[in-house]
């Protein structure tokens, strides 16, 4: 391989295959990126992978000789990174152990894999695709919500539903439940479950106006666009009805916030117990938020409008669970709790829904000394 190529643009997409490469897998070539260069089409292909997910890109580039090998996905960022003119020439001898980066006075030279030892996934184009945008939201607004526990594979995903009203997602862990409104273009009928990881993973590499063609080959998922494939295995198995848990729940009474005064109140109560429980208190149009601490406690109170019912009594939540949800969330909430405690949260973009939870057991008297 003989090529030369736009620094900035190799930089910014061997930063995207280092997010993709796993840097903990035992399997080392794992850990890099594979390049091949044709000189007759003037384009380099990188490829990275995790065997659970893939991603391609090509760039335009000068190539003297055609070539291909792997290299670690770090390191080439690490390299490319320093290196001082606005391009780079990558010289590496057929069959050769090493490759050498060269920019002005500066140069590389570093050992590389052969092309044999890569495990290149084989991703073939969908037939039927639709357009899809807005990725990075849509996974804010889920990915929080989904199982962290390795024996329950199914909540550890996000449910993407194409619907005829467009697309929508959601997640949970069995406590929680989270939906979201996605493209409206998104159009189609049919449910699939993306790991959280793999959603998350694509989301920190893209923007929101991205626009993807999303189509299913076989067990896998294909998100592309020009010059750019991303790839992710589906899970097979029933997934909970979200949609019809949530129209199953009633609301004793809801009021109307703003996700900024819930997120300001739990955060100043949370200096005391960020990991355990908090309450929740109504009455009339006052909301009150409690946290209890192995030595302290701390209340926040804000205003709300009561819209239906009589809003009055006191209810505990999962405190993490909540921020974690806050975080994700923005502008007015339509906040409801049901007959049984059950908390809702109902924003332009998201529904969310956080069962109750038992009150902390009092804290026992101390003993007397013997």
Request: hydrophobic residues 40%; negative net charge; aromatic residues 6%.
């Amino acid at each position: 391989m003989n090529i030369t190529i736009n620094r900035m643009e190799m930089l910014d997409t061997a930063r995207r295959m280092a997010s993709i490469a796993p840097a903990d897998s035992p399997l080392d070539v794992l850990h890099g990126v594979l390049l091949e260069a044709d000189a007759g089409s003037g384009r380099l292909a990188l490829t990275a992978t995790s065997l659970e997910l893939a991603l391609m890109e090509q760039l335009p580039c000068t190539a003297v000789e055609s070539g291909t090998f792997a290299i670690d996905a770090q390191m080439l960022t690490g390299m490319v990174e320093k290196l001082p003119e606005d391009t780079v020439e990558i010289i590496h001898p057929e069959g050769g152990a090493a490759v050498t980066l060269r920019s002005g006075c500066a140069h590389y030279t570093v050992p590389i894999w052969p092309r044999s030892s890569f495990p290149k996934p084989e991703i073939p184009f969908p037939e039927d695709t639709v357009k899809v945008s807005g990725i990075p939201d849509m996974a804010k607004r889920t990915v929080f919500a989904v199982s962290t526990e390795n024996d329950k594979p199914l909540m550890r995903c996000v449910n993407l539903m194409f619907t005829p009203q467009g697309l929508q997602a959601a997640g949970s862990d069995g406590n929680c439940i989270v939906t979201a409104r996605g493209d409206t273009q998104s159009v189609g009928n049919i449910s699939l479950l993306i790991p959280a990881s793999s959603l998350a993973k694509l989301a920190r590499i893209t923007d929101n106006d991205v626009e993807f063609h999303v189509g299913t080959t076989g067990k896998s998922i294909v998100f592309f666009k020009e010059n750019f494939l991303f790839s992710a295995r589906l899970m097979e198995g029933s997934y909970i009805n979200t949609n019809q848990l949530l129209t199953a729940i009633r609301n004793g009474f809801t009021v109307l916030t703003d996700i900024l005064d819930l997120k300001s109140a739990l955060s100043s109560v949370l200096c005391v117990g960020a990991e355990g429980k908090v309450s929740l208190s109504f009455d009339g149009p006052a909301l009150t938020f409690y946290c209890q601490g192995t030595n302290a406690s701390a209340t926040a109170p804000i205003e709300v409008i009561p819209l239906t019912g009589n809003p009055q009594g006191e209810y505990w939540y999962s405190a993490k669970k909540l921020a974690a949800c806050l975080r994700a969330l923005s502008g007015n909430v339509t906040l409801g709790v049901s007959q049984n405690g059950m908390l809702t949260l109902n924003t332009q973009d998201a529904i969310y829904v956080q069962s109750a939870m038992r009150p902390p057991a009092e804290n026992a008297a101390p003993a007397k000394a013997a």
